[in-house]
């Protein structure tokens, strides 16, 4: 995959504040060592490439708001975000009104078995159809592996065909695309999301929580005036990826 320079953009919190928070890094370059939160820019962000077949939706096709989270599978602060995203699943996806599309984002440089864990999951989805792959991610992240077979087990897929499918490197193709396309989106380090409605694009760059009560990431992003009025209510400090939505889907 090919080269793109990592740059670290406006505030740099200390990763206590976020748990972790954003990772910045690209896939052959070497990743700031420092948690890092990028301002949203809805007037001059790009749009990710349109919804395909050969995208993993999950939702509602028809609601209203897109989330597109691009991920690396080895990356520490995705999951961390994990446990947001299922939130975000829980309680905006199964009623409708989000729909998640997840691309892959390996940083190959720093995570070697990123690409293969990829590359696994559609392996996942071809063998056991599309639940499986957001099985095989889940699976990931409980077992805090880098094995793709150790995943794979774990969601009782069959052994041989898993083994023949990853083997065979049919999936680095899409994975390589997946890749291509958040880079043209403006995605530079994982877990990065881009909320889209309508002609609205908001990108958040890292792991982001849910939601957070205390005044400490209220006060870090109030650096960053344009991402607290996007991420924050300011009646009560509270700040997250469910403050966004909430105000999206109010508008």
């Not at 995705?78 to 939130?87: G, R």
């Not at 793709?148 to 994975?175: M, Q, R, T």
Request: with cysteine; hydrophobic share 35%; net charge negative.
């Amino acid at each position: 995959m090919k080269n793109n320079l990592a740059i670290p953009i406006a505030i740099v919190i200390a990763g206590i504040i976020i748990g972790g928070a954003l990772y910045f890094g690209n896939k052959n370059n070497t990743p700031s060592n420092q948690a890092q939160i990028s301002p949203s820019n809805t007037d001059q962000s790009p749009k990710p490439s349109g919804i395909s077949d050969k995208d993993h939706v999950l939702g509602n096709p028809d609601a209203g708001i897109s989330m597109f989270v691009y991920s690396d599978l080895q990356c520490p602060y995705c999951k961390i975000f994990h446990a947001t995203l299922k939130q975000v699943i829980e309680d905006y996806v199964k009623n409708g009104k989000i729909k998640i599309i997840f691309r892959h984002f390996p940083l190959s440089s720093i995570h070697p078995n990123a690409e293969k864990l990829a590359e696994g999951s559609e392996c996942a989805a071809e063998i056991g159809g599309e639940t499986k792959f957001w099985d095989f991610m889940d699976k990931i992240v409980e077992l805090d592996t880098t094995d793709p077979l150790e995943a794979a087990k774990g969601i009782s897929l069959d052994k041989n065909k898993f083994e023949e499918c990853i083997n065979s490197g049919k999936y680095a193709e899409k994975v390589e695309n997946d890749f291509n396309s958040g880079t043209n989106a403006g995605v530079q380090g994982t877990p990065a999301s881009i909320i889209v409605k309508n002609d609205k694009v908001i990108p958040i760059y890292g792991a982001m929580p849910y939601l957070e009560t205390g005044p400490s990431l209220y006060q870090a992003l109030s650096q960053e005036p344009g991402l607290k009025d996007i991420l924050c209510n300011d009646s009560d400090q509270s700040c997250g990826i469910k403050i966004a939505i909430d105000k999206i889907l109010a508008e």
